[in-house]
């Protein structure tokens, strides 16, 4: 028996760009895949609206070298915090995968505070 109820990301603050520790799949995923679900509690584009915020996932075979695999729609950030739950579906064969947080700021200081969970997707 396979225990899918993990997490991929505990809840983290970030003001740039984040790669989450590499979670080994051992086999790579299920055949009806994975959605991941970032939950942001606060996301905020402080100072100067426009930062744009990417949720992504990477997949890797050696867990040192990853490539995205599978992202949501760019989020773009305003001066007032806001929240959201953009989901990510993905399958892959490789081991491990990574969540991940891209934020490419315009000016000021952006803030996400999220976490990711990822569920088995069903038909």
Not at 54 to 67: F, G, L
Request: glycine letters at 6%.
């Amino acid at each position: 028996m396979v225990d899918y109820n993990f997490t991929l990301q505990t809840t983290v603050t970030k003001t740039a760009t984040f790669q989450g520790a590499g979670f080994d799949l051992k086999t790579g995923t299920p055949r009806q895949g994975f959605t991941a679900r970032f939950l942001i509690t606060s996301l905020i584009s402080a100072a100067t609206a426009g930062t744009v915020f990417t949720c992504s996932i990477e997949h890797s075979d050696d867990n040192t070298t990853y490539s995205t695999l599978s992202a949501a729609p760019p989020i773009t950030g305003t001066t007032t915090a806001q929240s959201f739950e953009p989901f990510v579906t993905f399958s892959t064969p490789k081991r491990y995968i990574r969540a991940v947080m891209t934020l490419s700021s315009s000016a000021g200081t952006p803030s996400v505070t999220y976490k990711v969970e990822p569920k088995l997707t069903w038909p």
